[in-house]
């Protein structure tokens, strides 16, 4: 076939790529080649415009056993364990076929986890939606949740903390990111590098369909109109078989037989084979006419680019076959060996005898593209936020709007759907500020959390930034964990947009201050740009996934209050920012405003003082305060507890809607037995540590000086009604 | 005492109860569908989980596997028999206990914990509970919601072979508390013989306070005692 502008077009590529092609190549491509070089070079796998910001990212701590560039990072966490774990998005699939777009995000996470070793002990997310009244957001919604519980529950991984949101940004290109989490032994990671020459290359897993031809290309482009015509191009997942290739692969690493493992994600056969050869400076012969196919007639070009989910690739030491095939048929998995490794740095492919196709790895890999595209700084926005000026509102009429809108109500409905406890080791759920998973059988567990502020970030990117990595950390401290590591899912418009691009590139700039300071580093991540409609681009919204070391079970915290008559405190000052807060944004519509300020110094002070009352056990419960200020997360954690509180205004306080609802960061809320008190206040004070008493616990009410009583019986109904009504139901 | 695990490809509560029943010191093996012989049990446990990934019918393909032929032997010469969400599923489809198990009432999966009101003990499986208390555990399935046909609903309720229905915390019966839509809040049943007992709630998941609660324990050491 001869390759004409149209096909390259459909192909993604720009005509200047193509003749980066025909240089790399000495010659014209075939349309297998050109398939190949697609899958490639495009955004999803090249990352090509992201990759010269992503180099600022700092990698490396004592803890970090694998940073970026392998299948998943990995972290020590003493005692030859070590945790594996990334995020990842699947957000043009889940818009187009919300039910297989999401669960097989969840699918592809976890193969990324179990390649390199590790048992799955933990599934997060993070899920953006449209305006609820948005007519595409209810379908997209129930679609996205059952996916990801259809896939976690039937493989058997609990899911155990995540995030759904909604804002009118996400109405033609929602966010579906999923995080895994993995335990291994140390000394039994497994690489993607290739070694040795002569080796057999086995294909493992399911059988090859013509399900997700292109699907990283898809997700390299911006949806317009016709994008409903994609279907073809999402997967389709099956956990059971995704259990089973889990199985079989963990069966098989506890032998010496592997030299190297390597999931088919996007861009499957050819992106699979193409890393482990270049890693490994070697090259790849495949023979397709062993790959197993699911239809008839599959040509080469088919099998190459498809996305077929549940399939490995495994690199065998030498006469390792038999054994290995032994596992995989008592899972009854396909097994087939499908080609060797040479020395010839080069991708050949043979069909019918015939070579196919002859690449040169490293023109796939190495030299593909690489951008520094033009990029424009954010303008500051320096209006401010005069709450005075807008019509009035009485506070607990606002309180009651706040809690019960669609981004602050109970999740119940959605968390509901995820078993949280099979492996039985899950000790903090969903609804807390981190999910707790103790390590299998040992005296320690691992927190989790995935954060991300959207509104912060699209009117600042940079202390955006900085925001979403101390919310991460802020999150893992309350419940009493050292934060060890960072995932990240960075989910931007159009990258050819300067504006995007600055919103990107300050972005990773505002990551990069907050990780070096909190030494919390980034280990592995995900880009995924082009997320927008006909040039409509989403607000930047960087997705941090954190984890963090509990080394004592029994001294973990969270956020329900644990008794009457105790006192509550503040840690951390309170200015009244009200610039992007919940408080100004749902209810009065206003989206412009700096974000809050991110004072590192503070964030840390603050964090590590935290840690050191939860350690000497005088707190009884602890809350970061983030979207909703103050009186939201005395909300929640009264909800949570059903104890009430009794509050009252501090003398100092400017305004009342500032004060309560202002979103200042570096934050906590904390308990105190009233005995603890003088302890904890001495403590604070030697330490500089800025706080604040604001009130005691009680039974049944909950309640602010004259300004708002309630029963908390009837402030949990409020939290939990959003979600039953939207979806027809009765609470 | 012996107990023995049978996993299913698909199975994912397997590790679950075995580690439960080790640390009350049971005896236990995983017993593998494909083997045709079952180890010396007192105790066999079939656990939660998506057996053949739930296709055709939830435990319909586990319940002709070639283990589950001697489970049947066992179960009829009166081993005690648990299975537990899945392994319901699969002691239904083997006809082994009576009834079906629907999809939950509004059609989603359904995971949360739940509160249990004991409504009778007096079998091997509860008698270390007390009649007529609430204990809380955790559910975690699709298809929950118990039916049967009247007459045998009339049976169980007779014959005192209903150990559990779901309840509120202060232990009264009503829709609110049916998480599932199951007949008269069922949550488990016996066979006659009381030595097979099917539940949807996850007892093996409650064991442990540092984690969630430990009112499966008592389940546990009823089987012991």
Not at chain 1, 23 to 52: D, T
Not at chain 1, 200 to 227: L, W
Not at chain 1, 661 to 683: A, S, T, W
Request: hydrophobic share 35%; aromatic share 8%; net charge neutral.
């Amino acid at each position: 076939m001869k390759i004409t502008k149209e096909i390259i077009d459909l192909h993604g590529l720009k005509s200047e790529e193509y003749s980066k092609i025909k240089l790399l190549m000495n010659r014209e491509p075939n349309y297998l080649e050109l398939g190949i070089f697609s899958a490639m070079w495009n955004e999803h796998c090249s990352y090509k415009s992201s990759k010269i910001h992503l180099k600022k990212l700092p990698v490396k701590n004592k803890n970090v056993i694998q940073g970026p560039g392998e299948n998943a990072g990995v972290i020590d966490i003493g005692d030859g364990d070590a945790i594996v774990f990334k995020i990842e998005s699947h957000n043009h699939p889940s818009f187009i076929e919300p039910y297989q777009g999401a669960a097989t995000g969840v699918g592809g996470i976890l193969r990324d986890v179990f390649t390199m070793g590790a048992r799955p002990i933990a599934l997060l997310n993070s899920i953006h939606f449209g305006d609820p009244s948005n007519k595409k957001t209810k379908n997209l919604l129930n679609g996205v949740v059952s996916g990801i519980g259809g896939y976690g529950n039937c493989i058997g991984i609990p899911t155990v903390a995540g995030e759904t949101k909604f804002n009118s940004t996400y109405n033609e290109n929602i966010l579906v990111n999923a995080m895994a989490v993995g335990l291994v032994n140390k000394k039994k990671i497994f690489y993607s590098k290739a070694k040795g020459i002569n080796k057999a290359v086995v294909y493992v897993g399911s059988k090859t369909g013509r399900d997700g031809i292109h699907g990283a290309s898809m997700a390299s482009a911006e949806f317009d109109e016709n994008s409903e015509d994609k279907k073809p191009t999402v997967q389709v997942g099956d956990p059971f078989t995704e259990k089973l290739l889990m199985e079989a692969c963990l069966e098989l690493m506890k032998k010496d037989s592997i030299i190297s493992i390597q999931d088919m994600g996007a861009a499957g056969l050819t992106s699979s084979s193409v890393e482990m050869a270049y890693k490994g400076g070697l090259g790849i012969e495949l023979d397709l006419d062993k790959i197993p196919c699911r239809e008839e007639n599959m040509s080469p070009y088919e099998m190459m680019l498809s996305e077929s989910q549940e399939r490995m690739l495994i690199i065998l030491e030498d006469g390792k076959e038999n054994e290995a095939r032994q596992i995989f048929k008592k899972w009854d998995l396909d097994f087939v060996v499908i080609g060797k490794t040479t020395d010839t740095k080069n991708l050949s492919l043979k069909f019918k005898n015939e070579v196919v196709a002859s690449i040169p790895i490293g023109a796939l890999s190495s030299k593909a593209p690489l951008y520094d595209r033009k990029w424009v700084k954010k303008k500051l926005d320096k209006k401010k936020i005069n709450i005075k000026e807008h019509k009035k509102i009485k506070f607990d009429k606002a309180f009651f709007e706040l809690i019960s809108s669609p981004n602050h109500s109970s999740k119940k409905w959605v968390t509901e759907q995820y078993d949280q406890m099979v492996m039985g080791d899950t000790i903090e759920r969903s609804g807390g500020d981190a999910a707790i998973v103790k390590i299998h059988q040992k005296d320690k567990a691992i927190a989790m959390t995935v954060d991300s502020s959207a509104n912060y970030c699209k009117s600042h990117p940079l202390s955006g930034g900085k925001q979403i990595v101390c919310e991460s950390w802020r999150n893992l401290v309350s419940v009493g964990a050292k934060p060890i590591a960072i995932t990240n899912c960075l989910n931007f418009g159009n990258p050819e947009n300067p504006e995007i691009m600055g919103q990107f590139a300050e972005n990773i700039l505002g990551i990069k201050e907050a990780c070096e300071f909190l030494d919390y580093p980034v280990v592995s991540g995900n880009v995924s740009f082009y997320n927008g409609t006909n040039n409509n681009n989403i607000y930047p919204t960087p997705v941090i996934g954190g984890v963090g070391l509990i080394k004592n079970l029994n001294k973990t915290k969270n956020h329900k209050f644990k008794k009457i008559d105790s006192q509550i405190m503040i840690i951390g000052k309170t200015f009244g920012h009200l610039g992007q807060s919940a408080f100004i944004n749902e209810l009065y519509d206003i989206h412009d405003g700096m974000p809050p300020e991110i004072n590192l110094l503070n964030e840390k002070n603050n964090g590590e003082m935290i840690l050191k009352l939860i350690d000497s056990e005088n707190i009884n419960s602890v809350h970061d305060i983030s979207s909703g200020g103050i009186i939201l997360a005395l909300a929640e954690m009264s909800i949570s507890s059903q104890i009430g509180v009794k509050i009252q205004k501090p003398q100092k306080m400017s305004n009342i809607f500032e004060y309560f609802f202002g979103e200042d960061q570096g934050r906590y809320l904390i308990e105190v037995d009233k005995n603890n008190l003088p302890k904890v206040e001495k403590k604070l004070k030697e330490n500089d540590i800025y706080f604040e008493n604001i009130g005691i616990t009680q039974k049944e009410y909950f309640e602010l000086d004259k300004d708002l009583k309630i029963k908390v019986k009837e402030l949990y109904e409020l939290n939990n009604r959003w979600y039953n009504k939207f979806n027809g139901l009765n609470s | 005492m012996n107990s023995s695990v049978i996993v299913f490809p698909g199975s994912n509560c397997d590790r679950d109860v075995a580690t439960a029943l080790t640390n009350l010191q049971f005896k236990n093996k995983m017993v593998w569908h494909k083997d045709s012989e079952l180890p010396k049990s007192d105790l066999i446990v079939i656990p939660g989980g998506f057996s053949y990934g739930d296709y055709l019918r939830s435990g319909a393909i586990a319940a002709k596997s070639n283990i589950l032929k001697e489970v049947i032997k066992a179960a009829n010469s009166g081993c005690l028999v648990l299975g537990i969400c899945n392994g319901f599923q699969i002691l239904i489809e083997t006809g082994l206990l009576q009834g079906a198990l629907l999809r939950n009432k509004n059609l989603k999966f359904v995971s949360k914990d739940i509160n249990l009101k004991i409504i009778n003990n007096e079998n091997k499986f509860c008698n270390n509970y007390k009649k007529n208390s609430v204990i809380s555990l955790n559910i975690a399935h699709n298809e929950g919601n118990y039916f049967t046909q009247k007459d045998h609903l009339k049976e169980l309720e007779d014959n005192n072979l209903i150990p559990f229905k779901y309840c509120d915390i202060e232990g009264s019966i009503n829709e609110s508390s049916n998480p599932n839509g199951s007949l008269n809040n069922i949550a488990g049943i016996l066979n006659n013989n009381k030595n097979i007992l099917g539940m949807m709630p996850h007892p093996e998941r409650m064991v442990d306070n540092l984690i969630s609660n430990s009112n499966g324990i008592e389940l546990f050491t009823s089987i012991l005692s």
